[in-house]
């Protein structure tokens, strides 16, 4: 079965940096676009970032570009997520989520669309 599994997160300073990993299975992690979504404290899920199977295409909420990296290595199944000079306003519980259909880049926010890790919380504050 499908398994996205987080880690990474802890507490960060402000203007510090951060490297979230997801370690995937059960699939072959080459044919999906993967994504990244977050949720902070009382709010609701917002995209982050996305990333196409070869890596051609990336793409990033305004809220995050030019802070934050999204890459993967499709040999190790592994996504990740490289935050730099992270604001407050970044913390949040992080997912790893895989789009549903081979190749395909749609993602709905809802946890019963695609697949979804359990999440890796951010903390970021001095």
């Known amino acids: 079965q499908v398994q996205l599994v987080e880690s990474g997160g802890g507490l960060v300073q402000p203007g510090g940096s951060l490297r979230l990993s997801c370690a995937a299975a059960?699939?072959?992690?080459?044919?999906?676009?993967m994504h990244w979504v977050r949720q902070a404290p009382g709010k609701g899920l917002e995209w982050v970032s996305k990333?196409?199977?070869?890596?051609?295409?990336?793409d990033y909420a305004d809220s995050v570009k030019g802070r934050f990296t999204i890459s993967r290595d499709n040999a190790k199944t592994t996504l990740y997520l490289e935050m730099n000079s992270p604001e407050p306003e970044d913390t949040a519980l992080y997912y790893c989520?895989?789009?549903?259909?081979?190749?395909?880049?749609?993602?709905?926010?809802?946890?019963?669309?695609?697949?979804w890790g359990q999440g890796t919380q951010v903390t970021v504050s001095s």
């Open positions: 989520v895989r789009s549903r259909d081979p190749f395909a880049n749609a993602l709905e926010l809802r946890f019963d669309y695609g697949y």
């Open positions: 059960g699939f072959t992690f080459s044919r999906y676009w």
């Open positions: 990333i196409s199977t070869a890596s051609s295409t990336r």
